[in-house]
């Protein structure tokens, strides 16, 4: 009953709360997996899920079971890691979740040089909404995860990793494009693009505008870096980003990147991970070629 393989089905199919996603990860049918369930289910004489209930939930039992589980795949997962400590060569898997605006070409770089490296190592990277990436770090489905404006949990562990200039982003054609700096004060009143209420960016953008008593007008706000710049590109009012993520545009002639204050602003992105987490040496190299990475 406890093969690994077994427990991973387990565990996945209560984290996603859906047997056909579950099934889905582990490469079974939902048949198989469903199976699966009742035959534990029997051997524990125990009831497992509330399958009145969608997505799934755990009863009492079953959180016991599912604790179990994840216990003895990370005391699996901590034993091939020090196995490989024995090996001279770095190999293995590193699962990552960033955020969109790290930008795919940069992390095509750094796979490719990850891979150079050390090709005995795969890298694992998937694009997800900040709240997603500090779930999947708790939740052990990565093993970095990136992320802006980190912010330290009692169950996370945060490692800075670069600070990026922001600046004001606008069309060619706007006004301001001209200008070689616009101080907070300048940008009272304009029509601005701004991010989703609720991601951290946003946030601080909001907070340093109203530090300096400047009221824009959001006329519209998107919850990926990519689309705000496509709003810009059409001349749509100004926004603040960070320079590091408007060269393609710079260099297309699509928009002007003008210097912000002072004082200026910002933005920290940091790579989180579960606390207590024993990483493997292909985690703790990628982490490695990261943190050589320039912080411009």
């Not at 990793?161 to 300048?186: C, D, Y």
């Not at 990483?279 to 990475?293: D, I």
Request: aromatic share 6%; proline share 6%; charged share 25%.
């Amino acid at each position: 009953m406890f093969q690994l393989a077994h427990l991973k089905l387990f565990k996945d199919i209560a984290q996603y709360g859906s047997m056909s996603r579950g099934a889905q990860a582990n490469g079974v049918s939902q048949s198989a997996a469903s199976q699966h369930v009742q035959e534990v289910e029997k051997e524990l004489d125990a009831v497992l899920f509330d399958r009145g209930t969608r997505p799934l939930e755990l009863t009492e039992a079953g959180k016991l079971y599912y604790e179990f589980c994840r216990e003895v795949l990370r005391k699996s997962e901590e034993l091939q890691t020090s196995l490989g400590e024995l090996r001279s060569q770095v190999e293995g898997t590193v699962r990552v979740a960033s955020i969109f605006s790290v930008g795919l070409s940069e992390m095509t770089q750094l796979e490719a040089e990850f891979a150079s490296r050390y090709p005995r190592t795969q890298l694992q990277v998937q694009y997800l909404r900040p709240e997603r990436v500090y779930a999947a770090a708790r939740g052990d489905e990565v093993d970095l995860g990136i992320v802006s404006y980190p912010e330290p949990a009692k169950d996370l562990t945060v490692i800075p990793w670069r600070e990026e200039e922001m600046v004001v982003a606008a069309a060619p054609s706007h006004p301001m494009a001209s200008q070689a700096r616009v101080k907070p004060g300048e940008l009272d009143g304009v029509e601005f693009i701004g991010f989703d209420p609720d991601l951290p960016i946003r946030r601080e953008v909001d907070r340093y505008l109203k530090e300096h008593g400047v009221t824009v007008t959001v006329t519209m706000h998107f919850d990926a870096i990519p689309m705000v710049k496509e709003a810009l590109a059409l001349g749509s009012g100004v926004s603040i980003l960070p320079k590091r993520m408007l060269k393609t545009e710079i260099e297309q002639g699509r928009l002007a990147a003008i210097r912000l204050g002072p004082p200026g602003l910002v933005r920290p992105l940091g790579v989180i991970l579960r606390k207590k987490k024993k990483m493997n040496r292909a985690t703790q190299a990628f982490l490695e070629l990261l943190q050589e990475e320039p912080a411009r």
